[in-house]
């Protein structure tokens, strides 16, 4: 089967398409290597030289190595046998179906490959960006159902606005599919147009036209240095710092950072939004003695004055640190149900405040945190204070 299947791209390397002859081969396919919509019908003839004593009548043909029925065959002539295919499926392979000629013996005497697909339609979701300023990489999607069947060229095409040449991006080997980086010759301060064209030997397609200044589509590496630790021995926060992207150091802007942090054991990512421009910050409200990864992105907001929102960096590597285990489990106490309803009523006031002291200390605000951790310490102060006068009484 290998070998049929092989046999189309043997045939057209041996020989030109359009300069097969009787007076060269002992037979030839008519048509050679069509290029058919999907849905079409077919009609193609296997003529064999006089000379070779082999009657019409007695060929058969094979598509993709499987015989065809001889319903769907003709004998034209005593050296020509047709066969008719109607409603032709699109092409299992890219380098075309195999079509081919036998004698009764099963030889080959020759092929045609069948090319079926679509013409591409108009390509979509162009999108863009830069990193740091250096190239400018643009991915978009086919259009429709996004398999043609056949051969279809992508170009993403650009020029400056207002006084450019058409150019054609050239480095395709970005690991993205449907995708092209410019890294040579970008002008800052100045807008694009962008399209992408698409191409078969069935029909082109266009894109829209996007219109973008490099500034404003710009993306950085993560944060590097990311590390995370404890809060003393606060039970539930940890501290996170990092640094700023350092190819954009000599650039003026404003960055943006977010935070996100999970559980080991969970793949829900909790996502921090209120950062700002800081390169540290706390994360409060987190379970005793648990360990959790961390991850900080960046996105460069306002690079020379733009006034775009900027593309958020990939996520930094995760970071793992774990939180102190709290003294209440450790000791394996709880509280005492026979303290009086005067320190009943207290825990409740500071349950209540407590609360309302954890809600507004969530992010990243200096003034809030420092509220958060007088009241932690205040809390295990007297949960270690309510243990040790337990284990007396024991």
Known sequence: MKGVLDFCVLFLTLHAPGALSLSTHVAVIYPQDPVLRMGSNLTASCWVHPDLGVHAGSLFWTLNGQQLPSALYRVLSPTNLSVTLAGLSASKQKSGDNLVCHNHKGHILAGSCLYVGMPPEKPVNLTCWSRNTKDL?????????????????????????????????????????????????????????????????????????????????????????????????????????????????????????????????????KVMDDVGNQTSCRLAGLRPGTVYFVQVRCNPVGIYGSRKAGIWSEWSHPTAASTPHSERLMSGSCDSKSSGDSNSTLRRELKQFFGWVRKHAYGCSSMSMKLYDQWRVLMQKSHKARNQVGSSRG
């Open 137 to 269: 990489t643009c991915s978009w999607a086919p259009g429709g159902k996004g398999e043609t069947n056949i051969s279809t060229q992508y170009t993403l095409k650009y020029k400056l606005r207002w006084y450019g040449k058409e150019k054609e991006c050239e480095d395709y080997t970005h690991t993205q599919p449907y995708s092209c980086s410019i890294t040579r010759d970008l002008h800052l301060f100045t807008p694009y147009e962008i399209w992408v064209e698409a191409s078969n030997q069935l029909g082109r397609a266009t894109s829209d036209v996007i219109t973008l200044d490099i500034l404003d589509v710009v993306t950085t590496d993560p944060p590097s240095g990311v590390t995370v630790s404890r809060v003393g021995q606060l039970e539930d926060q940890l501290s996170v710092r990092w640094e700023a992207p350092p190819a954009l150091k000599d650039f003026l802007f404003q960055a943006k950072y977010q935070i996100r942090y999970r559980l080991e054991d969970s793949q829900d990512w």
